[in-house]
């Protein structure tokens, strides 16, 4: 099976990169180091999001309010099966 860059920890990316930079420096920019690179804990995905895990149930949390009519917008993303779902999102109260 093929290892993707997906499947690698922050630490590996991080060390990934700036070994490149340090073997490979880009042209336009030969002196750009990467030594403090900290990669960020928040993700901005512009096209597509695929969720290799599921689940059907979540913990016991008592009854919970209906939801409102109309959601704020919906989420695009690759189910467990490759299929495209949408998951609807709300404004936060």
Known sequence: MAETIGDWSPTQLVRFIQDMLRQ?????????TAEELVV??????????????????VGSAG???????????YFRVSDYTGAIVVVPYYKSS
């Not at 960020?40 to 149930?57: E, G, H, M, P, Y």
């Open 40 to 57: 960020a804990s928040k993700l901005t995905c512009s096209d597509l999001v695929i969720f290799t895990q599921r689940q059907n149930t």
């Open 63 to 73: 009854g919970a309010s209906a939801l409102p009519a109309t959601p704020l917008g």
């Open 24 to 32: 490979n420096p880009p042209e336009f920019a030969p002196n750009l």
